[in-house]
């Protein structure tokens, strides 16, 4: 698989477990996403090329050439995820290739993987975006696949309160999008856990209410983390997996005042 850096700021790419700093900002993603809300579109064919709208889901069947998808950011610019993963029986000659073309035409990275393959932005700068789903493989079996789009900030899923663990499960690419209202000042721990899954590493990406990248952490065994609350508002959460085996694992993510 490859990566390609995004100019205008960090695009994330997973391989393995990171150290929990703003190094991870470098490595980066996963797989087929499906929020719990999502609306999902017809397949499409080969070439295809239309909108994609936050919070939804695109299907498609890629066995040569490009689909293209677009979509705006709005002014201001702001921070997403897109994902594109492996729908129905795995084919080991698919591997799906995402490629993003910023406003001005400009390349804005690329990356791919097999089962499924994510991309971030955060903080871009506002006007048009493509998606570009392609094959990294150069075959032309199997190939068909879920496109995710989820815009930051977002204004829903599921809340969360302190001292009250959240239990989820992901498979190829799932978001779990979680919600906290945050009191400035304030500073939380927030500990992931897995739960099931034999060789299921969760991981999970903190955003600010105004949707910029805070922090994230990811662990095979059990973590946690202090998260300052900079700005008092709506917190998010996005619980995924890490690139490996092609398992559905279970966990919980518990957040706690600390002072």
Known sequence: PRSTLFPYTTL????????????????????????TSLGVSPAHADGVSTKITNGTSQT?????GTDSYSFTVPPGG?????TAAETGVHDTNFVPQLDLVAPGNKAAGGNSHHYYTRLWGNNVPEGNWTIKVSRADGYTTGGSYSLTLLQLPVNAG??????SPHSGSSTRG????LTFSGVSGHTETLTLTPTGGTGFVP???????????ASGMSCATGCSEDVSITSGGTWVFLVSKLHGSDVTGAYTLSINEKN
Do not use: K
């Open 12 to 35: 994330f790419r997973s391989h393995c477990a990171w150290n929990r700093s703003l190094l991870w900002l470098l490595v980066r993603f996963l797989p087929l996403v499906m929020l």
């Open 60 to 64: 498609g069947t890629i066995t040569s």
């Open 78 to 82: 702001g921070s997403f995820v897109v």
């Open 158 to 163: 599921t809340t969360m309160s302190a001292g």
């Open 174 to 177: 799932d978001v779990d999008v």
């Open 203 to 213: 991981e999970v990406s903190i955003f600010t209410p105004t949707g910029g990248f």
